[in-house]
């Protein structure tokens, strides 16, 4: 089946370092992407999303770049903080079928 | 604002017993309602959805069963658990999913079936 995935599982920066999360996905008709980021025994939390007609969009220290010709999305998180340190799962959709298809996630890890 | 609850927060339950997991949304009419389920270490799996009341759609066959009751809430049962029913189950809720319309999930329930 068509579904959401992600280049690695785990990820390890330095405090104040950016970080950069990647994710392919394979349903060329999805038209909406999501981030999520799941802490330790919580339920994921929304991040930032964005829709198909665009490529890129900014919220507070983080930014979704979208590449609809490779099927690429990415989550870049500015100044990264031990607080950041959780799963990061992407997601997609297309909105003609109410369902998100979620990505096995990526582990951030961040070192003081 | 909106809520969503889940209950209970942990659970463990011997093979064979029932199960049923209740889900609660308040501040909302007519929501989109959810069942994942999570693997240790392992990414969400699409369970159940419902777009209203009576209204459910399976993704997984499985020995599981969802209902929708009453408008905002979802139940999770199961007539006999078995091992690999563990996990970490999330309810989530949403309007209609599209931009500014994404899923907001439950803090879980986890559940060890021994």
């Known amino acids: 089946g068509e579904s959401v995935g992600l280049h690695l599982p785990t990820l390890s920066v330095q405090e104040g370092d950016n970080s950069i999360i990647n994710c392919a996905y394979s349903?060329?008709?999805?038209?909406?992407f999501i981030w999520y980021k799941q802490e330790s025994g919580k339920g994921p939390q929304f991040i930032i999303d964005i829709r198909s007609n665009m490529d890129k969009r900014q919220g507070q220290r983080v930014t979704v770049l979208l590449n609809k010709t490779v099927k690429h999305l990415s989550l870049q998180i500015a100044a990264t903080q031990p607080g950041d340190s959780a799963v990061y799962f992407c997601?997609?959709?297309?909105?003609?079928?109410?369902?998100?298809?979620f990505g096995t996630g990526t582990r951030l890890l961040v070192s003081p | 604002s909106q809520t969503i609850h889940q209950w209970p927060a942990t659970l463990v339950q011997p093979v064979g017993s029932p199960l049923s997991l209740e889900c609660t949304v308040e501040g909302t009419s007519n929501p989109n309602l959810y069942w994942y389920r999570q693997a240790a270490g392992r990414g969400l799996q699409l369970l159940f959805y419902s777009v209203g009341i009576g209204q459910i759609s399976s993704e997984v066959p499985q020995n599981l069963s969802a209902s929708r009751p009453q408008d905002r809430q979802f139940i999770l049962s199961s007539k006999k658990l078995l091992l690999s029913d563990s996990g970490f189950y999330l309810c989530?809720?949403?309007?209609?999913?599209?931009?500014?319309?994404?899923?907001?999930f439950g803090n879980g329930t986890r559940l060890t079936v021994t």
């Open positions: 997601a997609d959709l297309n909105t003609g079928f109410q369902k998100l298809v």
């Open positions: 989530a809720w949403s309007r209609a999913l599209g931009v500014n319309s994404p899923l907001h």
């Open positions: 349903n060329s008709a999805s038209d909406y």
